[in-house]
């Protein structure tokens, strides 16, 4: 069974960071692209980035590059985004979700339950 559960969500300040932690079990991790999505309220879901496991090729959303960054550690099954320069427009609930592709396309099989970021001006 395939399982995706984030952690490290908060409040943070703007311009401060916080770094976001997937950790993905029930399937051949480095056969897949996992990625980040986020959903502000009356919003709709947005994706925010992707990451081939394979080769570590990474896709930005235009909102989060240059302050997002995806990473995985292969050992630990693990995706994490570390955010900085955090602004109170990337205050949503983040998920992660696989299989990603570049596009970064909402159309993914897998999610997980999704952690809180607030940001406050």
């Known amino acids: 069974e395939v399982q995706l559960v984030e952690s490290g969500g908060g409040l943070v300040q703007a311009g401060g960071s916080l770094r976001l932690s997937c950790a993905a079990s029930g399937f051949t991790f480095d056969d897949y692209a996992i990625g980040w999505f986020r959903q502000a309220p009356g919003k709709e879901r947005e994706g925010v980035s992707c990451?081939?496991?394979?080769?570590?090729?990474?896709y930005y959303a235009d909102s989060v590059k240059g302050r997002f960054t995806t990473s995985s550690d292969n050992a630990k099954n693990t995706v994490y985004l570390q955010m900085n320069s955090l602004k109170p427009e990337d205050t949503a609930v983040y998920h992660c979700a696989l299989p990603c592709s570049p596009s970064l396309e909402d159309d993914e099989d897998y999610w997980g339950q999704g952690t809180q970021v607030t940001v406050s001006s």
């Open positions: 990451i081939s496991i394979s080769d570590s090729t990474t």
